[in-house]
């Protein structure tokens, strides 16, 4: 393990349980535990399982003006964001590309923001930079993040306070968890019910611990977060998104609310406003699409996508075989003329042409809990 990796405050901790630790945006992660990647998939698809995903940012914004200030960077309604609320976000740049996406919570006092690890520098010198003069950009550091996913998630939290049962999806409230001061949203990555956990850097191991030890609970690696998300249609920054990706070419127009867009109450005023209000209107020239596999050989990212006659017309950006499906599925950037559901394409692999169908996202159906 390279001397300059980052670790999260329960590096020792994962240690301690087996896991396997590469590198990712800069830190030490668990990939996976001794059970693998498959038995952890599993576990969060029928139980619950638990992530340490302290290498996310996570920042505060302090002021008056801070709601108002962050909708110049951002193309979403944050000003009518409730206490207690959460929305998707990310932010855009001058050619309407996407810098990043992140998690928005209106808490009393504060914006909680939780963003990318390997773009939080970068983040925290565009809030500064653009907005710093009228709210306080405040990273945090001292936090730790824990995420509990799983249809069983709910009941193995209520374990250290009933009152997280209250909470629907995108809802968030402080809570006493073992003596700590945490913050807990009702979200996550895996398409499951789940928790995000915010919890002090001291307080992560006993509280991971405490976790983990329940029946219903297993540890969980980046390998399975990724198989998981993957089936869940969720982007991943960096491979399904990036700085040359508008959010309409990913499909995340649902994300812009209509006051935000052409038209609307607070329209524009953001980094590209202009770029992707017109693809709001016209459509984009590719499009995100999901694909499975109509054959069993894996198609991983990098895949070149082509038409029946052989010519590109595509991508694959992620790929996987599901655990929950037992066949490729894979998220490819195509042609709009070849987005629509059940076209067939081919991906390319070791030189030779696989099969696939566009399909509508996600693989796996959402299992958030809404009340």
Same mark, same amino acid.
Request: charged share 25%.
């Given at each position: 393990m390279s001397a300059e990796l980052l670790k999260t405050p329960l590096h020792d901790f994962h240690v301690e349980h087996g896991a396997r630790l590469v590198p990712f945006a800069g830190y030490a992660m668990p990939v996976n535990y001794p059970a693998g990647i498959l038995a952890e998939h599993r576990q969060c698809r029928e139980s619950a399982a638990l992530f340490d995903v302290s290498h996310m940012g996570q920042v505060r914004l302090v002021g008056d003006d801070a709601a108002k200030a962050l909708e110049t960077l951002v193309p979403m309604d944050i000003q009518g964001l409730g206490v207690g609320r959460q929305r998707y976000a990310f932010f855009t740049n @001058?050619?309407?590309?996407?810098?990043?996406?992140?998690?928005?919570?209106?808490?009393?006092?504060d914006l909680l923001l939780v963003v990318n690890a390997g773009c939080k520098d970068a983040d925290i010198r565009h809030?500064?930079?653009?907005? !710093?003069? =009228?709210?306080?950009?405040?990273?945090?550091?001292?936090?730790?993040?824990?995420?509990?996913?799983?249809?069983?998630? @709910?009941q193995a939290l209520a374990h250290m306070h009933h009152g997280v049962t209250a909470l629907t999806f995108m809802t968030g409230a402080g809570f006493t968890l073992a003596g700590a001061e945490c913050y807990v949203t009702r979200s996550g990555y895996t398409g499951e019910d789940g928790f995000e956990i915010s919890v002090p850097a001291e307080a992560a191991v006993e509280i991971a &611990?405490?976790?983990?030890?329940?029946?219903?609970v297993r540890?969980?690696?980046?390998?399975?977060?990724?198989?998981?998300?993957?089936?869940?249609?969720l982007c991943l920054y960096g491979h399904d998104i990036d700085d040359k990706t508008t959010p309409v070419e990913a499909g995340l127009s649902?994300?812009?609310?209509?006051? =935000? /867009?052409?038209?609307?109450?607070?329209? !524009?005023?953001?980094?590209?406003?202009?770029?992707?209000? =017109?693809?709001?209107g016209a459509g984009a020239g590719v499009k995100? $699409?999901?694909?499975?596999?109509?054959?069993?050989?894996?198609?991983?990212? !990098?895949a070149t996508v082509v038409d029946v006659n052989g010519h590109?017309?595509? &991508?694959?950006?992620?790929?996987?075989?599901?655990?929950?499906l037992n066949r490729p599925?894979?998220?490819? #950037?195509?042609?709009?003329?070849?987005? /629509?559901?059940?076209?067939?394409?081919?991906?390319?692999?070791?030189?030779?042409?696989?099969?696939?169908? $566009?399909?509508?996202?996600? +693989? $796996?159906?959402?299992? #958030? +809990? =809404?009340g």
């Open positions: @001058a050619a309407g590309g996407l810098l990043d996406d992140l998690m928005v919570t209106r808490r009393e006092h809030l500064v930079t653009h907005i !710093g003069h =009228r709210c306080q950009v405040v990273p945090m550091p001292e936090r730790a993040l824990l995420a509990l996913q799983g249809p069983l998630a @709910a &611990r405490l976790l983990a030890n329940l029946p219903e540890l969980a690696g980046l390998g399975a977060r990724d198989t998981l998300r993957l089936e869940a249609g649902w994300a812009i609310q209509k006051l =935000r /867009r052409p038209g609307g109450e607070r329209e !524009g005023h953001y980094p590209g406003a202009e770029v992707v209000g =017109r693809q709001l995100r $699409v999901g694909l499975v596999g109509l054959e069993r050989v894996p198609v991983r990212e !990098g590109k017309v595509g &991508r694959v950006t992620s790929g996987t075989v599901s655990p929950t599925i894979a998220m490819a #950037y195509v042609g709009a003329e070849h987005a /629509r559901p059940q076209a067939e394409v081919w991906a390319e692999v070791r030189g030779q042409k696989q099969p696939m169908r $566009v399909v509508p996202m996600p +693989f $796996v159906p959402h299992r #958030y +809990f =809404r």
